[in-house]
């Protein structure tokens, strides 16, 4: 029978990049935990280059501190200077708790990250909602944060950003690939203009009333609003490459208008989708 010792001892012989490849098979919680295996696995952990802190690994009954003291652990302790991942998932609720998501924004624009997942769309606890977290010029020209250059993906929910800001990602990150926004309050008149873009996401942007897309690689887009917003200015000024197009919501109420837009793009077209908002009224 093999001395599990004499195993554990083989194991911990292996390169360090080895270790960090046997470690990101693993879920984060129980990557850190690993940390107490063996002097040599100690401060392994903290090289790991994707960070996803998915609240349902702590347990079924999510308690918000538990969960940024979990993620304020793991970044505190990080110690290589990038990135590939990083995801959170919270309920923004009182003004102390927008400041921890400001600062782990933060932490990932310092790490020139290039897949950001900022989901703040919890429906876990029952409170109202007394702060939303907003993604500011201060905050992206911070000196430290020269690494939103490096994005390829930004996923953004429950976070209000202006027009100017978004504008100002599309012009300083030329490798975003794809673009997730959803329910942001801020956004009004938005001109996306990127050579890199191919995926576009927008959804329950309440106050989006202009929208004009420039983005030569662009091959998917879902447009998606709800009663209290309806887009009234849509311009695909260009997108020779697209090929998927899904417009949900009260938006499909004006098909014409958004037929008129696309009817330029016939033979790219593979795929366009209407789901219009039906409501029933007793």
Request: hydrophobic fraction near 45%; aromatic fraction near 12%; charge should be positive.
């Amino acid at each position: 029978m093999p001395n599990f010792f004499s195993i554990q001892d083989k194991i911990s012989q292996l390169s360090d990049d080895i270790l960090l490849k046997v470690l990101s098979t693993l879920d984060l919680k129980n990557a850190v935990k690993t940390s107490i295996l063996a002097k040599r696995w100690k401060y392994l952990w903290t090289w790991l280059p994707v960070l996803d802190f998915d609240y349902k690994i702590l347990s079924d009954n999510f308690k918000p501190q538990r969960y940024i003291n979990w993620v304020n652990q793991v970044v505190y302790g990080h110690r290589d200077l990038y990135i590939s991942k990083f995801r959170v998932f919270f309920c923004s609720l009182w003004g102390s708790e927008v400041s921890q998501v400001e600062k782990w924004a933060r932490f990932a624009f310092s790490k020139r990250v290039e897949d950001l997942d900022l989901n703040l769309d919890l429906k876990l606890l029952a409170s109202t909602k007394t702060s939303r977290f907003s993604l500011g010029l201060d905050l992206l020209k911070h000196p430290q944060n020269n690494g939103i250059i490096n994005l390829k993906s930004l996923c953004l929910s429950c976070v209000d950003l202006s027009d100017e800001v978004l504008e100002f990602i599309l012009l300083h990150c030329h490798l975003l690939e794809q673009l997730y926004v959803k329910s942001s309050e801020t956004l009004h008149r938005l001109n996306i203009v990127s050579d890199k873009l191919k995926r576009l996401t927008l959804i329950y942007c309440i106050y989006l009333k202009q929208l004009q897309i420039d983005a030569v690689n662009l091959i998917s887009f879902h447009f998606k609003d709800i009663r209290e917003c309806v887009l009234t200015h849509m311009v695909f000024k260009r997108a020779p490459k697209l090929v998927e197009a899904n417009f949900d919501g009260e938006s499909c109420i004006y098909l014409f208008p958004i037929l008129e837009r696309i009817s330029h793009l016939p033979k790219q077209l593979t795929k366009l989708s209407f789901s219009p908002y039906v409501s029933i009224e007793s």
